[in-house]
């Protein structure tokens, strides 16, 4: 059993529960690489990990982002709705006073023209 390079501490105690005056010799090179590959995969875990809360992270802010200039188009959508509006009714008012002078003076002209 010491030939094998993959020795997990599972395993150890199961042999050592069915075969309790077996004694095993620990691999210290074995036991040095295994703790290096368990770091070496901690270490990408927690890379990969790091870089998906980065990726989610910016993906938030650009969402966050889109959303407020969404809103802020619609803000501006809006103004210029009531700006318009305000200027369609200025301009219907004005109309309004044009027609209105208008007929004032055809009825001064009128009155000019029956005085005469």
Do not use: M, S
């Not at 074995?30 to 990408?44: D, F, G, P, S």
């Not at 990969?48 to 989610?56: D, I, S, V, W």
């Amino acid at each position: 059993y010491v030939w094998e390079t993959k020795v997990t501490e599972e395993g150890t105690k199961k042999f050592h529960a069915q075969h309790p005056k077996a004694a095993i010799i620990p691999d210290p090179i074995a036991a040095a690489r295994l703790a290096e590959l368990e770091a070496k995969r901690k270490a990408e875990a927690d890379k990969l990990k790091a870089e998906e809360e980065k990726k989610k992270a910016e993906e938030e802010a650009k969402k966050k982002a889109e959303e407020e200039a969404k809103k802020k188009a619609e803000e501006e959508a809006k103004k210029k709705a009531e700006e318009e509006k305000k200027k369609a009714e200025e301009a219907k008012k004005a109309e309004e006073a044009k027609k209105a002078e208008e007929a004032k003076k055809d009825e001064k002209k009128e009155e000019k023209k029956e005085g005469n």
